[in-house]
């Protein structure tokens, strides 16, 4: 059965999609078989990260025109993308029932792969939060700045209000270093445990990196262009100790049909 992991952040601009698609790419370069589905629907950009242009996004599997499968393209070092399209306002606000249908409607995808991702949309939006009530796993992208505090955590306790999710796993984006990054999470995790009864991880952090925002620039993900440089080799971390967190206890409807009640 795929573990799923939602990759997520309070606010946008803190790096959450290089981030999920550099630590897919890895996953699936240390041999699993990696799906991704970019969920931020109508707004997607995890293909334009990959240097990739779906000829169907998942737009065609919500409104029934195509099978599910064939929104799938065949991205690097064999992960499976499932577009969520872009420039398309008819995606940006789909109703409960459409998003917990779409939820079901990756089971028959069970058997195809090890790891599902889900890159979610910035904020604690109900689309967000029923992809990240229904992970196994929960990763929140941070950085060093108040508002990214101020939202991360409205993040965190929705989640927790709402789906009941505990487990959560932290990264530390533009820090200036391991240090920094370390002290960064622990005043978080000091905010978040004087409020909720969760247990936050820190995984890891990336630094400012001249060689990540280039590879944005040129639609190659970092992990392939320089697959031994040093911001490979954290992201190599950082998914070995992703893989390594807990996993929330499921209740409502997850990915995968594990739901417990």
Do not use: W
């Amino acid at each position: 059965m795929p573990v799923s992991i939602s990759i997520a952040s309070g606010k946008g601009g803190v790096g959450k999609a290089s981030i999920a698609v550099n630590l897919a790419l890895t996953m699936a370069s240390l041999g699993s078989r990696v799906t991704f589905l970019d969920a931020d629907f109508g707004l997607a950009n995890a293909h334009l990260l990959m240097g990739y242009n779906p000829a169907k996004t998942v737009r065609e599997a919500i409104t029934g025109k195509s099978d599910l499968t064939d929104s799938i393209t065949k991205g690097p070092l064999g992960l499976q993308l499932i577009s969520g399209g872009n420039g398309l306002l008819e995606l940006l606000n789909l109703d409960r029932s459409t998003r917990f249908n779409l939820i079901r409607s990756f089971d028959p995808l069970a058997e195809k792969c090890d790891v599902f991702f889900v890159d979610v949309p910035a904020g604690a939006s109900d689309s967000s939060l029923s992809f990240v009530n229904a992970s196994d796993k929960v990763l929140i992208v941070l950085v060093g700045e108040p508002t990214s505090f101020m939202d991360a955590y409205t993040m965190v306790k929705a989640a927790y209000v709402e789906g009941g999710v505990k487990e959560f796993s932290i990264v530390v984006n533009m820090a200036d270093n391991e240090k920094q990054a370390k002290e960064t999470f622990n005043k978080f995790n000091k905010t978040a445990l004087n409020f909720l009864d969760v247990n936050l991880r820190f995984i890891g952090y990336l630094p400012h990196s001249r060689s990540l925002r280039s590879s944005i620039v040129k639609r190659k993900p970092l992990v392939i262009s320089d697959n031994k440089g040093r911001e490979s080799l954290l992201f190599k971390s950082m998914s070995k100790e992703l893989l390594s967190s807990p996993n929330n206890k499921a209740s409502g409807i997850t990915f995968f049909n594990k739901s417990t009640i």
